[in-house]
């Protein structure tokens, strides 16, 4: 197999292969080339650790169908079988990473705007591939060029494994003695619109209110971005026209969930990582949990005083799926709303975190709004992006203007400046988008927006 050095420099290939997947614009970054070597590094990879096959699954991109064949080509070149799931979330396909016990590459560029796209890898049983557990190689291969396979090529098959999937998250979460529920689901257009109503739309004691299912990888309607809180209105419009008693918003590959209140009103993605944090905890006393550095304090707080065993991380979900494979932690939860399960091969479902939040609601009779509030116990500003020229030197400059009034300085990821009376901030850089981004989180919402104000006047500067 011919690398692709002549028409891509080592820098833009590093441009693409980033801390824990693939991302690019299709056409001038990602193209079907690029996809056959980067499959056939992985191949390569996974059959050293001795695979036979690998599972594929795509979004519904317009880009992703081709891309997927492309990557199935260059693992069938390789030498090993193929089994192409076709749409699929991408907790769908770390699903089908488990169950099947092989290798998996999902096509998708999550949130991004339609122009990308991107491939998400995982050894069997879901275990993530990073730059440190294989990514670097396969950056290293692609420049240099992929060896070819002195050997016959691998078989392609088709398996439909959506049923499975739902069964088996119904396996997970008992839902037999909820009352009933009116749920608006806000799909974006992205792949929930196909994964919900198999899973949520089978249970009988459940009625689905559908928004913006159809699926299409242009996102006509806003972006699948539910971190976004301009991407949330429609859902909360939503959730009062239908009086629903919960409102649900999923990414473009599904594998995050958001939760509004019966009054529109969002629930942090920390107080659902306290709330099914609690529910593991007691089917499990004493594990551990894990959060990463920017989910709230309260969250560490809660899992401790209920007797389990806080983890702290950094943001990624490579980093994270580590930890849990690491700790044998029974849940994870990041503030961007992944959330990764033991039960689940360690990896993230947004679906299954849906199904534990929805559980916890219909074993109930109080609102959403009193369980959720329930686990906030602190004012945050949610994550605040900004395009900077210089994301090094604008942290620096933060962090000098702080001097003495940080208590300390931590650079797990990022920086993290912990301040008096509990209030704190982390500023990083993205690892997949040219952003530095802002948390804060303070005892009330005033001290936070004071803060915000403080900070991103020198981060705009």
């Not at 909360?236 to 969930?257: H, M, N, P, S, Y």
């Not at 990624?316 to 700790?327: D, Y």
């Not at 933060?398 to 009034?405: D, P, S």
Request: proline share 5%.
């Amino acid at each position: 197999m011919v690398g692709m050095t002549d028409a891509r420099t080592a820098e833009s290939v590093h441009a693409v292969i980033k801390a824990y997947d693939v991302r690019g614009v299709v056409g001038e970054q990602i193209d079907a080339d690029f996809v056959r070597d980067v499959a056939g590094s992985f191949a390569r990879l996974m059959r050293e650790e001795g695979a036979q096959r690998v599972v594929i699954g795509h979004d519904m991109r317009d880009s992703s169908p081709g891309l997927a064949d492309a990557f199935a080509d260059g693992v069938l070149a390789q030498g090993l079988d193929v089994v192409q799931i076709g749409l699929a979330s991408t907790d769908q396909l770390y699903f089908a990473s488990g169950y099947l016990e092989c290798p998996g590459a999902m096509f998708t560029a999550s949130h991004n705007p339609a122009k990308y796209n991107g491939i998400k890898m995982c050894r069997a049983k879901a275990l993530p591939v990073g730059q440190d557990t294989g990514l670097g190689t396969i950056t290293d291969e692609v420049i240099a060029g992929v060896p070819a396979f002195d050997g016959p090529r691998g078989t392609a098959t088709e398996q439909d494994l959506l049923s499975d999937y739902a069964a088996y998250l119904h396996k997970l979460v008992d839902l037999s003695g909820s009352r009933p529920l009116r749920i608006a689901v806000d799909a974006g257009n992205g792949m929930g619109g196909y994964t919900v109503p198999a899973v949520l739309g089978t249970l009988p004691q459940f009625t689905i209110e559908p928004l913006f299912f159809e699926l299409d990888g242009s996102f006509p309607n806003h972006e699948a971005n539910p971190l976004d809180p301009k991407n949330l209105v429609d859902l909360q419009r939503f959730v009062r026209e239908t009086k629903a008693d919960i409102g649900l918003a999923f990414d473009g590959d599904a594998d995050r969930c958001f939760v509004v209140d019966e009054n529109g009103d969002p629930v942090t993605p920390s107080a659902v990582t306290g709330l099914v944090a609690e529910r593991e905890l007691i089917k499990e006393p004493g594990a551990t949990v894990i959060h990463n550095l920017i989910t709230s304090h309260a969250v560490p707080e809660l899992v401790t005083e209920l007797g389990g065993n806080p983890v702290r991380t950094r943001v990624g979900h490579s980093f994270i799926k580590q930890q849990m494979a690491a700790t044998g932690a029974i849940f994870g939860g990041e503030h961007s709303a992944h959330y990764y399960f033991r039960d689940f091969w360690g990896a993230d479902s947004g679906m299954l975190a849906a199904l534990h939040v929805l559980a916890a609601l219909g074993e109930k009779e109080q609102p959403m709004s009193e369980l959720g509030s329930a686990y906030a116990t602190y004012a945050s500003s949610g994550e605040i992006n900004s395009t900077v020229d210089d994301a090094q030197a604008r942290t620096v400059a933060v962090v000098e203007a702080f001097g003495k009034r940080a208590q300390s300085v931590d650079r797990l990821d990022g920086v993290t400046v912990q301040l008096p009376d509990g209030a704190w901030f982390n500023l990083r850089a993205s690892n997949t988008e040219p952003l530095l981004r802002l948390n804060v989180e303070a005892r009330s919402q005033e001290e936070v927006d004071g803060l915000v104000t403080e900070i991103l006047s020198i981060v705009r500067a």
